[in-house]
């Protein structure tokens, strides 16, 4: 029996899709510290981000460790990458914002190969993949402002419950949103705006 193996190259917060690995961008890091730095940066391997005042200036890397939040400036969007380590467990990684408030919404991508006989059905390989094939799939995490940590919400995989399950669970106390993913208004395409009706109905009214 070949063995299987399986290698999954967590590429983390899209850093790929955005290009933001070769070509320095308009950027803005938020240290631990509280001070913050605006120039032009991309990230580097090793976990470190590159940056520079200007692009006569030299590159200066900082390690991730000592950034809370970076920020890329991609022409008319703002991208926001947040420092975050999963709610029991140390250890810490970006993840793209997508929404912030009560309830924040984050995401990452996770792009890889699927080599040996059997990679179908392996888990965090999507249906579907043979072996040999590329793939990458989404990872939605989330988290209350009171966690310490984030939380993984709904991934593009055969092993993840179903995005209906995994919204009934989470939003059990507002009781619009349970219509709508019930009634399926409310698919993974409306994530974003799921969270963001949360925040600003549910959440408010709640504490009214």
Not at 37 to 60: C, E, H, I, P, Q
Not at 74 to 98: H, P, Q, T
Not at 117 to 126: D, F, K, L, S
Request: net charge positive; hydrophobic share 35%; glycine share 8%.
């Amino acid at each position: 029996m070949k063995k299987l193996v399986t290698s999954l190259i967590l590429l983390l917060f899209l850093l790929g899709n955005n290009g933001t690995y070769g070509q320095f961008k308009p950027i803005k890091l938020i240290l631990k510290s509280g001070d913050s730095l605006t120039g032009l940066g991309k990230f580097s391997r090793g976990k470190k981000v590159k940056f520079k005042k200007n692009k006569a200036s030299k590159a200066v890397k900082y390690n991730f460790k000592n950034l809370k939040r970076v920020q890329i400036y991609d022409e008319d969007e703002i991208i926001n990458y947040v420092y975050l380590k999963k709610k029991g467990k140390k250890i810490f990684r970006f993840y793209k914002e997508l929404v912030r408030g009560e309830v924040s919404l984050y995401k990452i991508v996770v792009i890889g190969s699927a080599g040996g006989y059997g990679a179908v059905g392996h888990p965090g390989v999507p249906s579907g993949i043979r072996a040999g094939d590329s793939f990458s799939f989404v990872k939605y995490f989330i988290k209350r402002k009171e966690d310490n940590g984030v939380t993984r919400f709904w991934e593009e995989s055969i092993f993840s419950k179903s995005f209906k399950k995994a919204a009934l669970d989470y939003f059990y106390d507002c009781k619009i949103i349970v219509e709508k993913v019930k009634k399926k208004e409310y698919k993974v395409d409306n994530i974003v705006e799921m969270v963001e009706y949360y925040n600003t109905k549910c959440h408010i009214n709640k504490n009214n």
